[in-house]
């Protein structure tokens, strides 16, 4: 028999199950009336490992108190305890003198029922120094990715990664097998992680580890969600552990004390604790009660749960929520799904709790209220609420005052109360959705910088100008104005970056934002005519400027944004150009738009026609032939003006761009940097590419009335036409596709799409690129909607064509096959 010591790690607040641990160290917090823990130490016993210590940091007297040294549950516990953050690591090497073995370190607020001696003799027979247990999960971003290669050593870690760098579906269940020497790297008292700091560094020195792969039950309790079904899944018997209680029919435990009325509906699955009370009402399916509670005549109580000593009165209705200890709800009240209320908090009669709402430990709320936003802090619950690049949603369904409100403080809690300077288009939907979201800073003692009917390059240029932290602007869709689209920026002007996205959405999520007094509270600054600045600037970068005035350039300007057109026109015409536009009124579709642009200058004679976009960033250009330039040639376009127009060594560009431009660089002596596809790396890349205050290649791609100014004086200086530009781009063959797919098959097929093909035809950057010396194809999973991009390009049109298909075909069939 094979034995080892035990390190629980119960030092977690549990800050995304609040309000559930305001007054719980998240190991305590119940799963079917036992404290999560518990099922842990029990599991460790199962298999023979009963020398265990247990880390502790967070309330640390509550998990001492319940479990003493062990006894009840035949195993002997010491406790360590951090007087600061050490990490996950350093929490262990903080218990120096007892790994002086082989020891499991498994987390206190998780529950598994893992098969450990099957784990310790394949740690044993793979003779590693570090086994981690892995687990498949559909959809691994909310978790750290392991990729092992087919003897299941450890090749690569990817933490709580994006859809596009999803190689595998493997995660790190955080319950590792490790020899103690490894610990070494690091000295008692030093605050490291295992799976950033530690575990790296192993794979750097090539020390064996490996992961083994469980099929046994495993859940993260990390969120509310996964709080309650992991107890669901506990009452379907989806887990081996023990329920206590008498087992009175199949699916219904009932424990001992209990008074359960004649006419009592309990619908199975259904757990209730010891001493609580059940008149004539209705409990289940999924419910899960505690000790010593009451449930009066004609209530309803269905996928819920109710921890101790709580009651609910008559004719309430308690759907899908969590009620906390002693908390009393009274008669006629409506609590809706996913809605948490803390600790000793009372509802009075006729109360509704909309879905979603957190309500905070002792509060008291008055007959007939209607609970729509969290009790104390007044925000929206969110998990994920960044697409690409922005939030987006429809006003008032999505797009809340309350919840811009929250995105206001959440922004000014991160930048620790910084200057932001906030735009929007001045539409109905936007003033209401900026005047909260300036409220929400100043709550949270920010100090807000106002520029009317703006657009994004221009608040971009603010924030820099300003030396703000940051910037927001506000944005409705031309063709549907109640879609409201919101850019967060940084104190560079590119877009936040996706670990600044997720802070964000955890402090949504809490609700937990920086408050300030009144007295420290201050006023918005508006700046009227910032506009004109933004021109100056942009022209005071042209260099042949009165080359320009003398040439007479003409343009063509097209865009469904008024603001758009008008900022465009005084631009060019202060550089000296004429510019004709037309009303993009009745024109709904792309093609329209690009149609009549094309008709502007060929009939006008213009040097070129550009249709720029909404937010002002992309440009799809008309040539003086009437040829179209579109987006993705308009990339390649601009790398090749900012390399005419700067000496530079190294150019930027997307990971899912053709490779052509390789090919264009090397005329000009210049490195080609490919960076991920999301905006905020892709703009960050070229700022930090430059230490000049104008970087051409960031103006060409995110600002497009700077971007013409940069074009024309180009074409002014070289005696250029915009076909002349356009013909030096080499033809490419370059596909692009979207396939649907549900979320919890991305891991799965990129994982199938690896393990196919050979290693050295695969780059592992972004997705999953495929290649042979004729072309290559990129899948993609993308990061706000069920689908693949597939991206794929050729050494001809037929060559691309048949990569496309390939692959699509190769895509549909792995889908196909799962859901067969």
Not at 464 to 487: E, M, V
Not at 591 to 605: D, G, P, S
Not at 734 to 759: F, H, M, Q, S, T
Request: with cysteine; proline share 4%; charged share 25%.
């Amino acid at each position: 028999m094979i034995t080892i010591k035990g390190i629980i790690m119960a030092g977690g607040k549990g800050t995304r199950l609040r309000p559930l641990t305001c007054s719980l160290p998240k190991p305590m917090v119940p799963i079917i009336n036992k404290p999560v823990m518990e099922y842990t130490v029990k599991l460790l016993k199962n298999h023979n490992i009963t020398d265990v210590a247990v880390t502790t940091a967070y309330l640390p007297e509550l998990i001492t108190e319940y479990f003493k040294g062990g006894e009840e549950w035949g195993v002997h516990l010491s406790y360590y305890m951090e007087d600061h953050p050490l990490g996950t690591g350093g929490s262990v090497r903080n218990a120096e003198e007892y790994i002086d073995e082989t020891f499991i370190v498994i987390s206190g607020d998780a529950l598994t029922d893992l098969n450990i001696t099957d784990a310790i003799e394949y740690h044993r027979r793979k003779r590693a120094k570090v086994t981690l247990v892995l687990k498949r999960e559909p959809e691994p971003i909310e978790y750290g990715v392991v990729i092992t290669n087919h003897e299941g050593r450890i090749t690569r870690f990817l933490e709580k990664p994006s859809w596009g760098e999803v190689f595998s579906n493997t995660v790190n269940t955080g319950i590792y097998i490790i020899e103690p020497e490894v610990m070494n790297y690091y000295s008692k008292g030093d605050n490291f992680d295992f799976s950033k700091d530690l575990f790296p560094k192993l794979l750097k020195d090539h020390i064996p580890m490996y992961g083994y792969i469980t099929e046994d039950y495993w859940c993260d309790i990390g969120d509310l969600k996964s709080y309650k079904e992991t107890q669901f899944d506990i009452l379907e018997g989806k887990v081996k552990v023990e329920i206590e209680g008498n087992k009175i029919t199949d699916g219904v435990w009932i424990g001992e004390g209990t008074r359960v009325h004649e006419d009592a509906e309990i619908i199975p699955p259904a757990y209730i604790g010891r001493d609580s009370s059940i008149a004539p009402c209705k409990i289940g399916p999924y419910a899960v009660i505690s000790d010593n509670c009451i449930i009066e005549r004609a209530a309803s109580f269905k996928k819920a749960i109710m921890w101790k000593d709580s009651k609910i009165a008559e004719e309430t209705h308690f759907s899908g929520g969590v009620a906390c200890n002693k908390v009393d709800i009274k008669s006629k009240v409506n609590f809706l799904e996913n809605a948490v209320i803390g600790e000793g908090s009372m509802l009075s009669e006729g109360v509704m709790v909309k879905p979603d709402i957190k309500i905070w430990p002792h509060k008291k709320v008055e007959a007939k209220t209607v609970i729509n936003q969290n009790l104390i802090w007044g925000t929206k619950a969110s998990k994920t609420v960044f697409g690409y690049r922005d939030i987006s949603g429809y006003l008032n369904l999505d797009i809340t005052p309350e919840f811009a409100v929250g995105m206001g403080s959440a922004f000014a809690t991160i930048l620790k109360g910084g200057t932001i300077v906030v735009s929007d288009d001045q539409t109905n939907g936007s003033f209401i959705v900026r005047s909260s979201i300036i409220t929400g800073i100043h709550a949270s003692g920010g100090q807000a910088i106002y520029l009317p009917n703006s657009i994004i390059p221009m608040n971009r240029f603010a924030v820099k100008y300003h030396q703000a932290d940051g910037g927001i602007h506000i944005r409705t869709d031309y063709l549907d104005k109640n879609k409201i689209y919101i850019d967060f920026i940084d104190k560079n002007g590119a877009n936040i970056s996706r670990s600044k996205e997720r802070e964000m959405e955890n402090l949504l999520n809490r609700g937990d934002f920086s408050r300030c007094n009144a007295d420290r509270m201050r006023q918005t600054v508006t700046i009227e005519n910032f506009s004109s600045l933004y021109i100056k600037k942009g022209i005071d970068f042209i260099e042949n400027q009165d080359k320009i005035k003398h040439s007479q350039i003409k343009v063509a300007v097209a865009s469904n944004s008024a603001t758009q057109i008008r900022l465009t026109k005084e631009y060019l015409h202060q550089l000296g150009c004429r510019v004709e536009d037309y009303s993009s009124k009745g024109l709904n579709s792309m093609e329209e738009h690009i149609e009549n642009l094309k008709n502007q200058v060929l009939e006008k004679k213009a040097n070129f026609g550009a249709l720029i976009s909404e937010n002002g960033e992309d440009i799809i250009i008309v040539d003086d032939h009437g040829n179209l330039i579109d987006l993705d040639k308009y990339l390649l376009l601009a790398a090749l003006i900012a390399m005419k127009k700067e000496s530079k060594d190294a150019i930027v560009l997307p990971y899912t761009a053709p490779n052509i431009l390789e090919r264009m660089a090397e005329n000009y002596k210049v490195e080609v940097k490919r960076t991920k596809s999301n905006p905020s790396s892709i703009m960050n890349e070229m700022l930090s590419l430059t230490d000049e205050s104008f970087p051409i290649q960031y103006v060409l791609n995110y600002n497009a009335v700077w971007a013409m100014g940069i074009i024309i004086d180009l074409i002014v200086a070289k005696d250029l036409k915009i076909s002349d530009l356009a013909e030096e781009i080499p033809n490419y063959y370059y596909l692009k596709e979207e396939i649907p797919c549900d979320w919890k098959d991305k891991g799965r097929v990129i994982k199938e799409l690896i393990a196919e093909n050979r290693e050295e035809d695969l780059e592992l950057f972004e997705g999953v690129k495929i290649k042979d010396d004729k072309g290559w194809a990129l899948i993609l999973p993308d990061h706000e909607k069920p689908i693949f991009k597939l991206y794929t390009e050729g050494f001809s049109e037929e060559y691309a064509q048949e990569l496309s298909g390939f692959f699509s075909k190769k895509i549909k069939d792995l889908l196909g096959n799962q859901r067969q």
